[in-house]
């Protein structure tokens, strides 16, 4: 069975662009969910998606959205990038909603960098 | 609000030593889901372990072992005779009925 897959795997970005990050998750899994990893920050949770639907919203700026396609896979948009915003993007699939004591299976996530 | 800490940012230890994890969580909910995961320097995130708020038996795997105390509100992680292949950075995550909060992990460094 296929792990979940994150494309691209790197990317480089100048300010002020913006970026548009996929996650596919596993086989069956219905729920995605996109984190935000920094150095100093650690693992900031940014939206979960369910049946195209989002359940969740963090703490993020509007400049943050996302959408989820009717076979499941995920994307995540970037608007009008600003240096702070390099990080590992991980995306995170469950079968069912998360929360609930569900194990989430993780993908190897997306390096941006804005220069 | 739920909120998981993760006081020990970095621990370096030699080969062979026992190295403990802290984790320690707030909830006002009964029901609740605690975990581990590792994430190794590639960045994929691996699941090692889940607790049920209602089973406070430890765990032992192999080298790993856990160890949750309701009473302290604690789910610490220990890890024996630890090997150069235990680098990594680990999380401590809590998970209510809506969805699951990390805390901000714990960078493990074994020297050889």
């Known amino acids: 069975k296929a792990g979940v897959t994150q494309t691209p795997r790197y990317l480089i970005k100048t300010r002020g662009q913006q970026v548009t990050l996929s996650c596919s998750p596993i086989?069956?899994?219905?729920?995605v969910s996109w984190y935000q990893q920094t150095p100093g920050q650690g693992l900031q949770f940014l939206f979960e998606y369910f049946s195209e639907t989002q359940r969740n919203k963090g703490n993020f700026p509007g400049r943050f959205s996302g959408r989820q396609f009717s076979n499941s896979r995920s994307e995540m948009n970037v608007s009008t990038l600003e240096l702070g915003d390099s990080a590992l993007y991980l995306c995170?699939?469950?079968?069912?909603?998360?929360?609930?004591?569900?194990?989430?299976?993780f993908g190897p996530g997306t390096r941006l960098t804005v220069l | 609000a739920q909120k998981v800490t993760q006081a020990q940012t970095e621990i370096s230890v030699v080969e062979k030593e026992d190295v403990t994890l802290d984790c320690v969580y707030e909830?006002?909910?009964?029901?609740?889901?605690l975990f581990w995961y590792k994430q190794p320097p590639s960045g994929e995130l691996v699941f090692l372990i889940r607790?049920?708020?209602?089973?406070?038996q430890n765990e032992i795997s192999g080298r790993y072992s856990w160890n949750f105390q309701k009473s302290t509100s604690s789910f610490n992680f220990t890890i024996t005779a630890s090997q150069v292949v235990d680098s990594a950075v680990y999380f401590c995550?809590?998970?209510?009925?809506?969805?699951?909060?990390f805390g901000a992990g714990t960078r493990l460094t074994v020297k050889p």
């Open positions: 995550a809590l998970s209510e009925f809506d969805d699951m909060r």
């Open positions: 995170a699939s469950t079968m069912t909603p998360s929360g609930r004591g569900n194990e989430q299976f």
């Open positions: 909830t006002r909910d009964t029901t609740y889901y």
């Open positions: 607790r049920n708020s209602f089973d406070e």
């Open positions: 086989s069956g899994h219905r729920s």
